[in-house]
């Protein structure tokens, strides 16, 4: 009798452990889901300010580039059908 609650206690202290490992494992991964998502908002944020006209103008400047005083022309294609 002795040995068998010896055995229950056994397996009683590492489902405690085993419990306990896989908290910490989903606290971790938790934690690491908040700091992707973070570095997400924050990367769409530096991209949006990068798509802003004028930043885009101002690095076309240095680079030698400049905006047309032409306003680009639709090219319409007429489709031929075949009968």
């Known amino acids: 009798m002795i040995l068998f ?19 910490h494992e989903i606290a971790r991964l938790g934690n690491e889901a908040k700091e992707l998502r973070s570095a997400f908002i924050d990367g769409r944020g530096r991209l949006m300010e990068l798509k802003k006209e004028s930043v885009v103008s101002a ?23 075949q009968d």
């Not at 206690?9 to 306990?20: E, P």
């Not at 400049?66 to 059908?81: A, G, N």
């Open 59 to 81: 690095k076309m400047k240095e680079i030698g580039l400049r905006t047309s005083e032409v306003p680009p022309q639709k090219i319409k294609v007429k489709s031929e059908k």
């Open 5 to 23: 609650i010896s055995v229950l206690a056994i397996v009683m202290i590492a489902s405690s452990h085993s419990a306990d490992k896989k908290v």
